[in-house]
Structure formats: structure tokens, C-alpha cells
DNA sequence: TATAATTAGTACTATAGAGGTCCTATTTTA
DNA sequence: TAAAATAGGACCTCTATAGTACTAATTATA
């Protein structure tokens, strides 16, 4: 399906709300209690965002997660990568592709290309705007025209 | 995972050759030997397309099926929509939504309009661009920003 | 130094969905 | 009437997701 996974929605949310102290450091039981998703899980989410480079964590007593880079650095494009590995709409739109049609398929270059089309779009939202503005104002935003080109 | 899956994407593949020959009927069994895609994994997606009105079908001897709308009018999105239900991409940017986390989650809005932007990127690509274009003329085709603004 | 706090890493289970196959009914042409 | 084709649905298998749990390693501080 087109649709991120639950988790890296989830993500989202911590890397929202994050965003919103960028200097403090917040364990993982603040933000359970702030975004309402269960400890466990908002765990697992922090150590991969933390692998991925997006996060930085600091160990032991009074330790806890901070943003490694500016919101406005970070974009929804890195968050979905960071979670679900590297991006392309199909099967087909990665180079080590296991797809059985690819010799004879018509359109398997038009998938990549759309595939970095969207990414493109998402590259162009950062974790600032998702944090700054609520929905219609990021509509409002995007219909300015000054992100999509 | 940001993927659409293999049926939706095999769909495109079907869709692609059809439109090759916009007055002609295929029956499935054609398709399958052109595309290479398995006889029921074939007829399963030209049930769901008929089914959604992309393609109209005709039953019994010499039978088949046929677009039912002119190539350039058919878009990517419509392809996906019809064998992925309603777009959107998260399980929040539903109206209908089981996520527990909605009441409280800030960003639920941000993903909907996310959602839209994708989408109406996707609409701009028609199954013509799909078939006249290969890849890297298509990119180019994209590069020229007459699609995407 | 001892203790408590906190992340790192890994492994597990359960569930839902995707992918694929097959069978039977219905419709249409010849 | 016979043959060709789609319509519809039942069914199974496999994979990925979501969520949980446990142990090890690290750090601050009393
Ligand atoms: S469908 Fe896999 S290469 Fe085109
Ligand atoms: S994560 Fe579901 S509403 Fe925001």
C-alpha cells in the first residue's frame, strides 16, 4: 500500500515533539507520557532514529534523546528513510531487484523516476514545518508554491 | 512501508499495455503472454480495474477488455486508488481512523495535507506519459516543471 | 565506590495483509 | 447447443508489521 508504516508515524510524532525543546534531552519515558505511545514501542523508535543518525542519545542517569540536527535540517524524507531503509515506490525501482518481469517490463524506468519525484516532495518538508504549522497552514504554505517546483 | 504494492504496480504494467492499442480487446490470456505476468495474478487485476471503471470488459467469445477512457486521461493515482482503496498515507490521514493517539497527536492535520500534495503529484503523470516516455525522457519531462507546480 | 537511571541490543510472538491459485457461475458469440 | 471468455469468491501461504520483553552496557551522582 502507499502508506507509511505506524511506526514511522509514530516517529514523526517524536521527532515532533522533540523539535519543540531542541535543546533539552528528554528520555524515553517523557515522551511516552507527552505523545501517549506506549513505552516499549517509543523505545524501539528512539534507538532507530538514534542508529540512523537523526537522533543523539547520551546514556545513564539524567541521559536521554536530542535532535542531532536543526528541524529545520531534517526532513519528513529523512524520517521515512531512516525507519523503512531506502526509498522507491516498487519493488522494481531498486537496483538488486528480485522482480521476475524486469527484462521484458515497458515502464520500469518511469517508476524510478516518479519514485524520486515524490521523494523530492517530501525532501522539501522539513520536521520545522510539521512543528510550526498546523494543518492549513502548511496547505496554505504549499499552495504559495514556494517548496513544489 | 512508501511502496505500492506489487499487484498495483503489475497493474500499471497491464494498464501500460493496453493502452498500446486504446480500440483493440485483450482477454487475459493475451496479457499474460505479453506481459508475463501469471494468468490469475492477471485476471485478478483486470477484475479489480473493471470493478474500480478504468477498463470495461466484455464476456463471452472473443470478449476481453478495453480502457475505458482515453490513455491521457488515466492517471497514476487512479490506478493506485483503484486497487488501494482510498488514498492516504497514514492510517490517520482517514477520516474514519482507529488511531488512538488522534485527540492528542499534533501533526495528524500536517499528514493529511502531506497526503494530498503526494497524491496530487501522482495525477499529473497519465498513463500516456507512462507509455510514450521512458524513463529517462520522462524525467526530463518533469525537469521541464510543466507537470509539477 | 556503590547505586540508580537510562539507553543498546537482541530476540520473540501474534496479527494482518499481500500474493497467488483455483473453482464455479454467468454471459456472449458462432 | 457448444465454446470462449469474464465475474465472483473461496482459499492458502508467506511475509512484514507491531508490539513486547529481557539482558547488557553506560553514566551521573550521592
Ligand atoms: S513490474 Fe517489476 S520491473 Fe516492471
Ligand atoms: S499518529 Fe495517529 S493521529 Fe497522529
Redesign the pocket.
Known amino acids: 500500500?502507499l502508506k507509511i508504516?505506524?511506526?514511522?508515524?509514530?516517529s514523526t510524532v517524536v521527532m515532533a515533539y522533540l523539535a519543540q525543546f531542541p535543546e533539552k534531552m528528554?528520555?524515553?519515558?517523557d515522551i511516552t507520557a507527552q505523545t501517549h505511545i506506549?513505552?516499549?514501542?517509543v523505545?524501539?523508535i528512539?534507538?532507530a532514529l538514534?542508529?540512523s543518525g537523526l537522533l543523539l542519545?547520551?546514556?545513564?542517569?539524567?541521559?536521554?534523546?536530542s535532535l542531532a540536527n536543526a528541524a529545520i535540517k531534517i526532513t519528513i524524507a529523512d524520517i521515512i528513510t531512516a525507519m523503512?531503509g531506502k526509498p522507491g515506490l516498487t519493488e522494481c525501482s531498486h537496483n538488486n531487484t528480485l522482480c521476475a518481469l524486469q527484462p521484458t517490463c515497458a515502464i520500469a524506468g518511469n517508476w524510478q523516476t516518479i519514485s524520486s519525484i515524490v521523494y523530492k516532495t517530501l525532501e522539501k518538508i522539513s520536521l520545522q514545518d510539521m512543528v510550526l504549522l498546523k494543518g492549513s497552514h502548511l496547505q496554505h504554505h504549499f499552495n504559495g508554491e514556494e517548496h513544489i517546483k
Request: proline share 3%; glycine share 10%.
Open positions: 500500500m508504516s505506524k511506526l514511522t508515524d509514530y528528554h528520555n524515553a519515558k506506549a513505552l516499549p514501542t523505545s524501539k528512539l534507538k538514534t542508529k542519545s547520551h546514556r545513564g542517569a539524567h541521559g536521554g534523546y523503512e
